[in-house]
Structure formats: structure tokens, C-alpha cells
């Protein structure tokens, strides 16, 4: 069973940054493909980004030019930097892992863009 902690998460004002990282258990993380999801209150959880084992991205178009994701296979490791926050990126951030018909989440990090 596949473990993903994620951190990173907390208060910042819009305008600001925030780094998300999702450490990721096992031996298939290198080739896996990785993701970031977000559930705002109320709403469904929405893709954010993703990252496959060649390093390919892809990214919701609201996220587009203002987060990058990243990984880094030596640390099981991947990142969601986010820059240029508003309060719409609100929401409770979860990491995810897909390896093959294996779909794992992490437990989430609460992200709150506010002044």
C-alpha cells in the first residue's frame, strides 16, 4: 500500500507563494505518474496538475502560468510551487499517485489564500 504525506499547505495573502511537497512510499514512484488535485469547500475535487514518469506536465487551465509541478525521483518526492495565489485557489490540496489501475491519495494539505 502506497503512503503519500503531503505538507506545505498554510495561510498566505493573494500575491503570495507557496511550495506543496507530496512524499510518496514505495518503489514504483519513478514510474508513476504523479498529481495534484484540489477540493475546494462545497465543490468537487478538480485537477491541478499533473506529472508522468517522463516528465511530461500537464495543468488545469485556471493554474496555468502561475504553478509549476516537479518531482524529484531520488526523494520520492513531488512539488507543487505555486505563485501569484488568489483566494479562488482556496482549497484542501491532495497529492496523487497512478501506477497502472493503482490510484492512491494522499490525506491532504489545507491551502487558505486570504488578506
Known amino acids: 500500500q502506497v503512503q503519500l504525506v503531503e505538507s506545505g499547505g498554510g495561510l498566505v495573502q493573494p500575491g503570495g507563494s507557496l511550495r506543496l511537497s507530496c512524499v510518496a512510499s514505495?518503489?514504483?514512484?519513478?514510474?508513476?505518474?504523479m498529481g495534484w488535485y484540489r477540493q475546494a469547500p462545497g465543490k468537487e475535487r478538480d485537477l491541478v496538475a499533473t506529472?508522468?514518469?517522463?516528465?511530461?506536465?500537464n495543468y488545469a487551465g485556471s493554474v496555468k502560468g502561475r504553478f509549476t509541478i516537479s518531482r524529484d525521483n531520488t526523494k520520492n518526492t513531488v512539488y507543487l510551487q505555486m505563485n501569484s495565489l488568489k483566494p479562488e485557489d482556496t482549497a484542501v490540496y491532495y497529492c496523487?499517485?497512478?501506477?497502472?489501475?493503482?490510484?492512491?491519495w494522499g490525506k491532504g494539505t489545507l491551502v487558505t489564500v486570504s488578506s
Open positions: 514505495g518503489s514504483r514512484f519513478s514510474i508513476s505518474n
Open positions: 506529472i508522468n514518469r517522463y516528465a511530461t506536465t
Open positions: 496523487n499517485q497512478l501506477y497502472g489501475a493503482i490510484n492512491s
